[in-house]
């Protein structure tokens, strides 16, 4: 089965300052997505940028970006340029695109980190 | 504007008593799911839709039900709530079951008492 794994429970940053947050992945696919959500205190789930395995070149949101490295099945979280309204929790998400045990089309997340930005 | 609507958003209630949680998605999406998070748990799928009429389980299934007898509802039914079941739930929809993000409603927060 495929996990999620977020190292970092917490993480700080000075605002306009760069921040990098960590995502490693297990599976035997070769297809799939990866996602960043980001769970502001209103709890509404919004995504923050996504990624393709078959692309090679790392997605880019204006100040989101990633470095996914497919073989070592990490695909990292940068925001530059951090700003106060980037505090959240941030959750690393993998999707198959394939059919594997009963939940079909199944987002599979990781526990999260817990982003904060100091003024 | 695009979006998945729940409903309601906040709801006390007390054991035993069933209570159904709308979902609501006007993309004319086929795939629709609900989650529920928990602190030290993350997300975990409750029950899932590939098109109308057609639902099957996610993780964790005990204590809910679920129909989709209209593409753009996906009602999730707790027919005798316990206090396990307090918990934030998330409706979510994508355009098929294998295809890009998954698109959340906001959230709707249940404590049963």
């Known amino acids: 089965a495929q996990t999620v794994t977020q190292s970092q429970p917490e993480m700080s940053v000075q605002e306009a300052e760069t921040v990098t947050l960590s995502c490693t992945y297990d599976t035997s696919e070769s297809d799939y997505y990866l996602f960043w959500y980001k769970q502001p205190p209103s709890r509404q789930m919004i995504l923050v940028i996504r990624q393709e395995a078959y692309k090679q070149q790392n997605a880019t949101e204006n100040r ?35 059919n594997y045990g009963g939940s079909q089309g199944n987002l599979i997340f990781g526990k999260g980190t817990k982003l904060s930005v100091k003024p | ?37 928990d602190p030290g748990l993350g997300l975990r799928q409750i029950y899932y839709s590939m098109n109308v009429e057609v639902t099957d389980k ?33 409706c ?5 079951r294998d295809v890009g993000e998954l698109f959340f409603g906001e959230g709707s927060r249940l404590t049963v008492l």
Request: with cysteine.
């Open chain 1, 64 to 98: 989101f970006s990633v470095n996914f490295q497919k073989a070592a099945k990490s695909f990292s979280l940068k925001i530059s340029d951090s700003q106060l309204g980037d505090a959240a929790m941030y959750f690393c998400a993998y999707r198959s695109l394939m």
């Open chain 2, 1 to 37: 504007e695009a979006q998945v609507t729940q409903n309601p958003r906040y709801l006390i209630t007390v054991t035993g008593k069933k209570l159904t949680v709308t979902c609501s998605q006007n993309m004319n999406h086929e795939y629709m799911s609900w989650y529920r998070q």
């Open chain 2, 58 to 90: 996610g993780d964790v299934p005990e204590g809910y039900k679920v129909s989709r007898k209209e593409k753009r509802n996906f009602p999730l039914i707790l027919e005798s709530p316990s206090p396990n079941q307090t918990s934030l739930y998330f």
């Open chain 2, 92 to 96: 979510a929809s994508s355009l098929f």
